[in-house]
T-cell receptor, first 113, second 115 residues
């Protein structure tokens, strides 16, 4: 079992729909990243959060540390939101540890007009 | 404001050839990382560096070497390329984790094919 699991692996939506992508992790973390990767493109950080909720435009990320679960929501989805969304759990540094990012496998989102 | 820049963006190698991927960041980050991304496997850490002149192995270091002679640059070398090294390679950088949790910035990726 992967330490970071995302669901669903593939998601298809119609423009305007509300979208939720889930991320569960089995390790203790200091923070969780949500990343976006467009086809053929680089990886962009959307959010980094350690508690509660963050909002940026139509994107909302929540995290429940006790339940080891995070969600990424997209309101009023648009075709330009089509991308791979990746969650990554960050375990903070301790001693000589560099601090480790463990990545989920990604959720492929396709939004049709 | 370039952020993290990787060169080259695409490369095709023959088995046994060598090459070096360059990662440059202009944010004065202490930490730099090389990842590979393969279908269905997520990003996996190859090597990382916590400062100029220091490097360490990640999860999948075999077949790769790295160097960090300058703080802003992190080089990934393949001495004798193998088809199993066909992948998309990403470089990332961040401030030291000692400052607490901090955002990582990623490059655009290098698509490498070994034939």
């Amino acid at each position: 079992k992967n330490e970071v699991e995302q669901s669903p692996q593939n998601l298809t939506a119609q423009e305007g729909e509300f979208i939720t992508i889930n991320c569960s992790y089995s390790v203790g973390i200091s923070a969780l990243h949500w990343l976006q990767q467009h086809p053929g493109g680089g990886i962009v950080s959307l959010f980094m959060l350690s508690s509660g909720k963050k909002k940026h435009g139509r994107l909302i990320a929540t995290i429940n540390i006790q339940e080891k679960h995070s969600s990424l929501h997209i309101t009023a989805s648009h075709p330009r939101d089509s991308a791979v969304y990746i969650c990554a759990a960050f375990r903070g540094a301790g001693g000589t540890s560099y601090g480790k990012l463990t990545f989920g496998q990604g959720t492929i989102l396709t939004v049709h007009p | 404001n370039a952020g993290v820049t990787q060169t080259p963006k695409f490369r095709v190698l023959k088995t046994g050839q060598s090459m070096t991927l360059l990662c440059a960041q202009d944010m004065n980050h202490e930490y730099m990382y090389w990842y590979r991304q393969d279908p269905g496997m997520g990003l996996r850490l190859i090597h990382y560096s916590v400062g100029e002149g220091t490097t360490a192995k990640g999860e999948v270091p075999d077949g790769y070497n790295v160097s960090r002679l300058k703080k802003q640059n992190f080089l990934l070398g393949l001495e004798s390329a193998a088809p199993s090294q066909t992948s998309v390679y990403f470089c990332a950088s961040s401030y030291s984790w000692d400052r607490g949790w901090t955002e990582a910035f990623f490059g655009q990726g290098t698509r490498l094919t070994v034939v």
